[in-house]
């Protein structure tokens, strides 16, 4: 895997902080990142299911039942 670099600019202060706690920002923003990079892919899917869940719903039971045993009979 290989690896980009990101840059952010910080509050003077905030980095003196971090300084002072010898505390490591990367491994935050890494984790920060992928938790929104993770909520916006579920955003996303939540979004699909939602419209696929529309259109299940205007198929009749009548024509699920159908598809069901056509696709029964092709195995």
Same mark, same amino acid.
């Given at each position: #895997? &290989?690896? *980009?670099? *990101?840059?952010? %600019?910080? $509050? ?9 706690? /010898? +505390?490591? $920002? &990367? $491994?935050?923003?890494?984790? !920060?990142?992928?938790?929104? *990079? %993770? %909520?916006? #892919? @579920?955003?996303? +899917? ?6 696929? @869940? @529309?259109? +299940? !719903?205007? +198929? @009749?039971?009548?024509?699920? !039942?159908?598809?069901?045993? %056509?696709? /029964?009979?092709?195995?």
């Amino acid at each position: #895997m &290989g690896y *980009v670099t *990101v840059s952010a %600019k910080i $509050p003077r202060k905030l980095k003196e902080l971090l300084d002072e706690y /010898r +505390i490591k $920002p &990367g $491994p935050i923003i890494r984790r !920060a990142l992928e938790e929104e *990079v %993770k %909520k916006a #892919m @579920s955003r996303e +899917i939540e979004e699909e299911a939602r419209q696929l @869940s @529309s259109r +299940i !719903a205007q +198929i @009749s039971d009548e024509e699920i !039942a159908e598809l069901i045993r %056509k696709d /029964r009979e092709g195995r």
